[in-house]
């Protein structure tokens, strides 16, 4: 997983419209990156809906939010539209920037091992570096947790 201080990956990926967006397409803007595993399981709407309601904070300080998760484009469309999202969704179903996130690796859930997305959130300057990672990510309160480390 890459860590605060590195160079974040520059990615490209397709949007719940459907659009190709790229980190380098934000420049000069704060991004709040995060990885989620699933749309419309508890905690990835509860994850969701925490940043989607704090978004114009996150806005007025300079921050625009992306997701990723390796749903579809159509089911990401769903998910937005059900709980009215206003950021980025971007479906990476081959695993593409997930993994050059490191955000792909073991997990074990009821005793077994498996391979699976690591809910993780990075926060990236203005410049593409990595400001802040958040491996433990608190899903029903991830914006006051991200603010709170922040100081804003």
């Not at 991004?31 to 699933?38: E, S």
């Not at 469309?77 to 993994?99: T, V």
């Amino acid at each position: 997983m890459l860590q605060k201080g590195e160079k974040a990956p520059d990615f490209k990926g397709v949007n719940q419209q459907g659009e190709i967006i790229s980190l380098s397409d934000f420049r000069g803007k704060r991004v709040i990156l995060y990885f989620y595993p699933k749309d419309n399981t508890p905690g990835c709407t509860a994850e969701a809906c925490s940043l989607n309601d704090s978004r114009s904070y996150f806005l007025d300080k300079g921050f625009v939010i992306i997701g990723v998760s390796p749903d579809s484009v159509e089911s990401h469309q769903r998910f937005d539209a059900k709980y009215g999202l206003s950021f980025n969704l971007i479906s990476d179903p081959a695993k593409a920037i997930i993994q050059a996130y490191g955000a792909w690796g073991e997990k074990k859930n009821y005793g077994k091992t498996y391979m699976g997305l690591l809910r993780t959130t990075f926060v990236i300057s203005a410049d593409g570096i990595i400001e802040e990672v958040f491996p433990k990510v608190d899903t029903k309160k991830h914006a006051e947790q991200i603010i709170e480390a922040l100081g804003i």
